[in-house]
């Protein structure tokens, strides 16, 4: 007879057949030891996703999943309290708890802090929409949350789903909610105005974890909602199917960003002008951010400044064009206050 934990992941989990040509950002994906690896972004490798490990198989886990104990890779307990670990030493556990990974050959100039997991490795994945059902469903105060978020910001259900530990359906009493957005770039970016309305307007909705604010979270109902965006069109999608090459490393950067259409999904893509590369003048560049820490952390006419970013080139159809990469949020910086500027 099969377990709850057997149970629940089989009505859930898809076939990889049903994949279909992109890999969704904010994806969960149950790897063949039973991990839940999630992917970030649609940049991955032929034939791999770039990912985490979020909760591995372990007897002696924190966690409970459908009745089976696991561990998080990504947060742990200190002096009582679940605190954030820190992305490197997030990969150094993946050798340590699956010996079946091993450091990457080729290096992955756009990030330092994902795996490129075979997509073979995979049982499977779930479905944001389908899983949303699901939780709607087993979840009465989360099928009740969902629905007025989604009439909150005018968002019908068939534009919505859920990933984080919803996606395989389990819900601790105080755990967010991580809802899924789906849209055209403007659609979202609308939705993501009326979020940041709530966020800069509203001390009691606004949200600060692990002593970071977080702009596209807020409180609804006593709860945390995490609002993440994905492009419902495929050809939205910037730097689809682009390959990428590294000119140089490390630069220095300044620029003012002319377009955050592409600010809210991971990768996060603008369009600098105003630009500066290690001193010298240079023509108007998109900037590249493999951390999604920074999702809707920026505004058209800000000034930013990159401590430590690398200088790629992106190739597509034979054509060429070059792009600036930074790969964690400390290498960055708005430049809110600069020296010598006068008040007015």
């Given amino acids: 007879m099969a377990d709850t934990f057997e149970k629940v992941i089989g009505e859930l989990l898809c076939p990889l057949d049903q994949l279909g040509p992109t890999i969704l950002d904010t994806t969960y994906f149950l790897k063949e030891n039973n991990s839940f690896v999630y992917t970030e972004g649609y940049w991955h490798p032929q034939g791999h996703l770039l990912g985490k490990i979020i909760n591995y198989p372990c007897e002696k886990g924190t966690l409970t999943i459908h009745g089976r104990p696991y561990e998080s890779i990504t947060k742990g307990w200190e002096a009582g309290a679940r605190v954030h670990i820190p992305h490197d030493k997030q990969i150094e556990y993946h050798y340590k708890i699956d010996p079946s990974l091993k450091p990457p050959k080729d290096r992955l100039i756009i990030t330092e802090y994902h795996y490129p997991f075979p997509l073979s490795s995979m049982k499977g994945w779930f479905c944001h929409h389908k899983s949303m059902l699901h939780a709607m469903e087993r979840y009465p105060q989360v099928d009740k949350r969902i629905r007025e978020v989604g009439a909150l910001f005018g968002v019908p259900l068939e534009r919505m789903g859920v990933t984080g530990s919803l996606a395989y359906c389990h819900m601790a009493d105080d755990e967010d909610i991580d809802l899924v957005f789906f849209g055209t770039p403007e659609q979202n970016i609308e939705v993501a105005q009326q979020v940041w309305r709530f966020t800069y307007t509203d001390p009691k909705r606004r949200c600060v974890e692990f002593g970071k604010f977080w702009p596209l979270r807020f409180y609804h109902d006593g709860i945390v909602i995490c609002c993440f965006f994905v492009y419902a069109d495929r050809s939205d ?18 620029g003012t960003i002319v377009n955050n259409l592409h600010s809210l999904y991971m990768p996060v893509v603008m369009r600098l002008g105003d630009l500066y590369i290690d001193g010298m003048r240079a023509d108007d560049i998109d900037l590249i951010i493999y951390d999604s820490s920074l999702r809707g952390e920026f505004y058209n006419n800000e000034r930013v400044h990159i401590r430590k970013g690398r200088l790629v080139r992106l190739t597509k159809d034979g054509a060429h064009r070059d792009a600036i990469a930074v790969v964690d949020a400390g290498d960055m910086e708005k430049e809110r206050f600069v020296r010598g500027v006068p008040a007015f």
Avoid: G, H, K, Q
């Fill in 237 to 254: 999608i910037p730097l689809r199917d682009e390959e990428v090459s590294l000119v140089r490393e490390p630069i220095e950067a300044y």
